[in-house]
């Protein structure tokens, strides 16, 4: 130890029992760094074992959705409800203004709506 400062408070540490003390404490902070460590790796393994868990729960919902929203079996349901499929040339798009919104408006009001 011939590098460390000769100052009086490190000879007086380094011959006393409070040498064993300093290091002792800094052991004792090693060791909570490690466990600290580790326990953010054991909740981070965690953490990914949930994404994945809700990416496949999300794949599966999507699935569903497909499923649920396909074509054939959305127009069997509209013709089982007595829907009609129209020919695209009959499918036209309003455009409407703000006074056309305040006349229904006052449409809806005379028919107490």
Do not use: C
């Not at 460590?37 to 054991?42: E, H, I, K, P």
């Not at 994404?51 to 999507?62: F, G, H, M, V, Y």
């Not at 959305?74 to 009609?84: E, F, L, P, T, Y």
Request: no cysteine.
């Amino acid at each position: 130890m011939t590098h460390l400062p000769e100052s009086s408070a490190v000879i007086g540490i380094s011959r006393s029992r409070r040498w064993i003390a300093v290091v002792g404490i800094l052991l004792i902070g090693i060791v909570a760094i490690n466990v600290l460590t580790v326990s953010y790796g054991s909740m981070a393994s965690n953490v990914e074992t949930d994404i994945q868990k809700l990416e496949n729960r999300n794949a599966i919902l999507e699935s569903s959705k497909i499923t649920a929203l396909s074509m054939p079996r959305v127009r069997s349901a509209a013709v089982a409800s007595g829907m009609a499929v129209p020919d695209p040339t009959d499918i036209r798009y309003l455009n409407f203004s703000d006074g056309d919104i305040a006349a229904a408006a006052e449409r809806l009001a005379a028919d107490g709506g």
